[in-house]
């Protein structure tokens, strides 16, 4: 069995109205149309200094990987587990439907059991176990997923707390043209009421 194959246990699709589901381990972002993404950085409670990275995203089994933006080739850097604040965000841009989302995370300075180029990634099914996400909101006008990654990649040292770093990520579809035509029809027609009210 494939790593799409493997992933459709794991893989988390929000349903409009589902807004409180359990958490599950090992899940992905899955994007039922082309929206925007935005990613959100929470809290962290570790000792570990880490990086989170945007992978890139896969489609049929097949991973576009996000250009590098620096030297530890993994992808677009998002923020630090420390010294960012709390509410920070990284706009992705638009994402085609049907993609799986892809982070890893890059303990860059490290402590005794979560040492230094400790690597985690999303790609790697075995690296799953280290990543927990809930749907916080999923409602018509978009879903906002929680993750909180563990650091320490010994089992029998980790306190699987998964709160090392925290963050978000929304996503907002894209309307289609048809919806937008909707739109545009609605604001006429307000308009065309209003100026019969003032005649």
């Known amino acids: 069995m494939g790593w799409n ?18 958490v599950i381990p090992a899940s992905l972002v899955e994007l039922d149309t082309d929206s925007t993404v935005t990613v959100t950085f929470d809290s962290s409670d570790a000792g570990a200094k880490g990086s989170l990275y945007f992978l890139g ?24 587990n420390h010294g960012t604040a709390p509410g920070f965000s990284v706009d992705l841009g638009m994402l085609p439907g049907g993609a799986l989302l892809h982070f890893a995370y890059l303990i860059t300075n490290g402590v005794s059991n979560a040492p230094t180029g400790s ?38 040292k980790s306190d699987w707390d998964y ?17 937008i035509a909707l739109t545009a029809s609605a604001m006429l027609l307000v308009g065309v009421r209003r100026r019969r009210r003032v005649d």
Do not use: C
């Not at 896969?58 to 850097?77: F, M, P, R």
């Not at 985690?120 to 809930?134: G, I």
């Open 57 to 80: 995203h896969e489609q049929d089994g097949s991973i576009t990987y996000a250009t590098s933006t620096d030297a530890n080739g993994l992808g677009k850097w998002l923020f630090s």
């Open 5 to 22: 194959g493997m992933m459709t246990a794991v893989v988390m699709t929000a349903v409009a109205g589902s807004a409180s589901a359990a």
């Open 163 to 179: 709160n090392d770093v925290m963050f978000t990520v929304r996503v907002d579809p894209i309307p289609g043209p048809g919806a």
């Open 119 to 156: 690597l985690f990634r999303t790609d790697v099914l075995a690296d799953m176990q280290y990543f927990m996400s809930d749907v916080v909101a999923a409602d018509s006008s978009g879903t906002t997923m929680s993750y909180g990654i563990e650091d320490i990649r010994n089992p029998a």
